[in-house]
T-cell receptor
Framework: AQSVTQLGSHVSVSEGALVLLRCNYSSSVPPYLFWYVQYPNQGLQLLLKYTSAATLVKGINGFEAEFKKSETSFHLTKPSAHMSDAAEYFCAVSEFSGGYNKLIFGAGTRLAVHP | DTGVSQDPRHKITKRGQNVTFRCDPISEHNRLYWYRQTLGQGPEFLTYFQNEAQLEKSRLLSDRFSAERPKGSFSTLEIQRTEQGDSAMYLC????????????????FGPGTRLTVL
């Protein structure tokens, strides 16, 4: 079965600093990988996705992630944090089963951005 | 362009009561998913519909839970005899079919229904 591990349940950065949120996955087949963001009391918004094309994926709001098969990682980065980036971030792998895909999520990383 | 909508956004109920949530997916999406998210955790898959057919149910979905999608459009999730452990955010998502080269793998999420069982 596929699984996702997000290292660090809480990450705190200064405004303008680099954001790095870590995600490692376990999959027996080439995975589809996703990063979602969740603001308080809201649903999940897709930041970016990897679907076996380019290994460096650019998403919305200046985020990007790099797929590294050898490390089974899909870490999320942003060069310069904004206060508005404070939210919870979820990494997910798509498990293909019976003709459809369900998402397997990590436990999430809460990002705090301080002035 | 409307996204996935869910109703109600919040529900407070007493233990033992029944509750029903509604999800309206994006109109051209034939695939619909329910997930449950407890505090401090990522969403967990509950069930999946393709059109009106419920094709998979997670072990998390006990016999107190039932989901329907009667005409392949909106879906309802009912919890009977609620327990305090049912308190969570219930998320609905929808997607297009998985067609190679197209965006079938992306799921679009609604805002969720937060259930509190007292």
């Amino acid at each position: 079965a596929q699984s996702v591990t997000q290292l660090g349940s809480h990450v705190s950065v200064s405004e303008g600093a680099l954001v790095l949120l870590r995600c490692n996955y376990s999959s027996s087949v080439p995975p589809y990988l996703f990063w979602y963001v969740q603001y308080p009391n809201q649903g999940l918004q897709l930041l970016l996705k990897y679907t076996s094309a380019a290994t460096l994926v650019k998403g919305i709001n200046g985020f990007e992630a790099e797929f590294k098969k050898s490390e089974t990682s899909f870490h999320l980065t942003k060069p310069s944090a904004h206060m508005s980036d404070a939210a919870e971030y979820f990494c997910a792998v798509s498990e293909f089963s019976g003709g459809y895909n369900k998402l397997i999520f990590g436990a999430g990383t809460r990002l705090a951005v301080h002035p | 362009d409307t996204g996935v909508s869910q109703d109600p956004r919040h529900k407070i109920t007493k233990r033992g009561q029944n509750v029903t949530f509604r999800c309206d997916p994006i109109s051209e999406h034939n695939r619909l998913y329910w997930y449950r998210q407890t505090l401090g955790q990522g969403p967990e898959f509950l069930t999946y519909f393709q059109n009106e057919a419920q094709l998979e149910k997670s072990r998390l979905l006990s016999d107190r839970f039932s989901a329907e999608r009667p005409k392949g459009s909106f879906s309802t999730l009912e919890i009977q005899r609620t327990e305090q452990g049912d308190s969570a955010m219930y998320l609905c998502a929808s997607s297009l079919p998985n067609i190679p080269g197209l965006a079938g793998h992306e799921q679009f999420f609604g805002p969720g229904t937060r259930l509190t069982v007292l």
